[in-house]
């Protein structure tokens, strides 16, 4: 199983990018998938999850990224993506994709997930 991820960059504080995440060697749309960012000296922190279509097939936000993420994906695809808005100078921090199958319950937390990406560096200036 491999994930990748990619879009990371450089932006000033209110523009945007787009991140995505191939999948492979899994069956994409059996598993919950998410995005955990991680600054430096901080913990890996939840920013996103979409679970899997018997769950509900419904995304999930942490608070600090709610109105300006968008997470989604296309299971024909294999690809997960976020869009992020808005951004501003704390979201700064290396993202992560993670594919998990565990219950709801764990959709937030970096117990949940078994399969993570190389991750991406997202910057954003003041």
């Known amino acids: 199983v491999q994930l990748q991820a990619f879009g990371g960059g450089l932006v000033q504080a209110g523009g945007s990018l787009r991140l995505s995440c191939v999948a492979s060697e899994l069956t994409f749309r059996n598993y919950h998938v998410a995005w955990f960012r991680q600054a430096p000296e901080k913990e890996r922190e939840f920013a996103a999850a979409?679970?899997?279509?018997?769950?509900?097939?419904?995304?999930y936000y942490a608070d600090s990224v709610k109105g300006r993420f968008t997470i989604s994906r296309d299971n024909a695809k294999n690809t997960l993506y976020l869009q992020m808005n808005s951004l501003r100078p704390e979201d700064t921090a290396v993202y992560y994709c993670?594919?998990?199958?565990?219950?709801?319950?764990?959709?937030?937390?970096?117990?949940?997930?078994?399969?993570w990406g190389q991750g991406t560096q997202v910057t954003v200036s003041s």
């Open positions: 993670a594919a998990g199958q565990a219950v709801l319950t764990y959709i937030g937390s970096t117990a949940g997930y078994k399969y």
């Open positions: 979409f679970s899997r279509s018997g769950s509900g097939g419904v995304p």
